[in-house]
């Protein structure tokens, strides 16, 4: 089961259940499963919006962060929390040196030196799962969780505001669809 894939020019990588990494070098038509060091299952995958990045993540279960500095060809175990329960759900890269990860109960983790250190805290009071971080068109970031939870951060992560939903149940994404618009569904 493949639960995330990012496109990198003409290269897809995707990643999913017992820690399959998959890379496709022509847009699909043919693919290899990439080495990784885990076997949990990996539940996101992001390169930055640059011209052929070389460095991106994965993140996944028993709270693995993996890194590719080859465009998803290898991957290595860069950051493995304490608590080997917890699950990382989606990541974003920023660039090549900061990314953030989210996951299960509240979990957030942020590295602004190309992963060498990674730091956790909470961005909310509530331990609602964030299920997914996309970026929008202007730079905004946004998250979207369990109750209803939908997050905007206009300082690339730093600070994070809530948005107003009238729908109490779990989002599973939210796709900025224009400068003022979003599209959340769950």
């Known amino acids: 089961l493949l639960l995330d894939g990012a496109v990198l020019g003409s290269s ?4 999913g259940e017992r820690g399959t990494a998959l890379v496709s070098m022509d847009q699909g038509a043919t693919w290899r499963r990439s080495s990784t060091p885990t076997r949990a299952t990996l539940t ?3 390169f930055p919006a640059v011209n052929l990045p070389r460095r991106g993540w994965a993140v996944g ?4 962060i993996l890194v590719s500095v080859d465009r998803g060809l290898t991957w290595a175990r860069q950051h493995q929390g304490s608590n080997r329960t917890d699950s990382f759900l989606d990541v974003i890269a920023l660039d090549e040196r900061r990314a953030i990860a989210v996951g299960a109960y509240g979990l ?3 590295t602004e030196d190309g992963g060498a250190t990674w730091s ?3 961005i909310r009071a509530e331990d609602s799962h964030l299920n997914r971080i996309s970026a929008g068109p202007t730079g905004k970031l946004y998250i979207a969780g369990e109750s209803g939870t939908l997050l905007r951060s206009k300082d690339n992560g730093t600070t994070w505001r809530e948005i107003r939903s009238s729908y109490q149940g779990s989002f599973y994404g939210v796709l900025p669809v224009g400068e003022n618009t979003l599209l959340a569904h769950g």
């Open 44 to 46: 996101g995958v992001s």
């Open 12 to 15: 897809i990588v995707a990643v």
């Open 61 to 64: 279960h028993e709270a693995e």
């Open 120 to 122: 956790t805290r909470k």
């Open 108 to 110: 957030f983790a942020s």
